[in-house]
DNA sequence: GCGACAG
DNA sequence: ATCTTGTCGC
């Protein structure tokens, strides 16, 4: 059995190289590969900032039907680095998924993939914490190279230090593409399919959508459990 | 040294 | 991410 990765309690006390190490142990650990078997049921993730505040929300479906919501908050553990937001926004996140009362088959994360300096982004580091398939999908590149696609549709590689980490992806009209990467027991290929298999007319993948609209109302509102 | 840089 | 009105276009 591989030695569990360091409690986030501990995470606001390494150095930035620390940081950098647990993402590579992490990157080890990840698997880029379609093993995730029969994807029924799939819950977005999506966090909010307001004040001094983390919160996050889950949205489960399953085809057109949303089966299950949840929401997490906590204190904002530290400032927003790129390339180390998943110690910002992990433990919220990974309270919210694991409230759930059913596990999803796989997460589709507002947040990256193996697109990432270390190839290990929020996607990554959720999936490889929770042993669940996921798959990251931001609307800024963070690294990497990629050839943007100009129709409706069109997916181009994004490649980073020689290697396929994701995709480029023109998810709809009059919009700015998104990229698309595996975070954990997903290809590149497999990813990109995810998304355009959950994909009804907006630009981000519905439980994604859903989880970015619930996290907005969860934050404006009294901060009462989100309805249905 | 300078700019770039998920949310 | 967040601070924010109107406005152009489907």
Request: aromatic letters at 6%; one cysteine or more.
């Amino acid at each position: 059995m591989e030695p569990s990765l360091p409690d986030p309690s501990t995470w606001t006390h390494l150095t930035k190289e620390g940081l950098y190490r647990l993402q590579e142990e992490v990157a080890e650990r990840a698997t880029f590969d379609d093993e995730g078997g029969d994807v029924e049921r799939v819950a977005g993730v999506d966090q909010a900032f307001p004040g001094d505040l983390v919160l996050s929300c889950v949205v489960s479906m399953e085809g057109e039907d949303v089966v299950e919501r949840s929401a997490a908050e906590g204190e904002t553990p530290m400032p927003y680095v790129p390339g180390l937001l998943v110690f910002r926004e992990m433990p919220t996140a990974m309270a919210a998924v694991e409230s759930l009362d059913d596990e999803p088959d796989a997460l589709l994360v507002d947040g990256s993939g193996a697109i990432h300096p270390r190839f290990a982004g929020l996607a990554t580091h959720l999936g490889v914490a929770l042993d669940l398939p996921t798959v990251g999908v931001i609307k800024n590149l963070l690294c990497g190279e990629t050839e943007e696609p100009t129709e409706v549709g069109e997916a181009n590689p994004v490649l980073y230090e020689g290697r396929l980490v994701g995709y480029s992806f023109l998810s709809k009209e009059r919009c700015n593409p998104v990229y698309v990467s595996p975070g954990h027991r997903f290809s590149p290929e497999g990813a990109l399919d995810l998304v355009r298999e959950w994909l009804t007319g907006h630009k981000l993948p519905e439980p994604i959508f859903l989880a970015d609209r619930c996290v907005d109302e969860y934050g404006a509102g009294s901060r009462q459990p989100p309805p249905g």
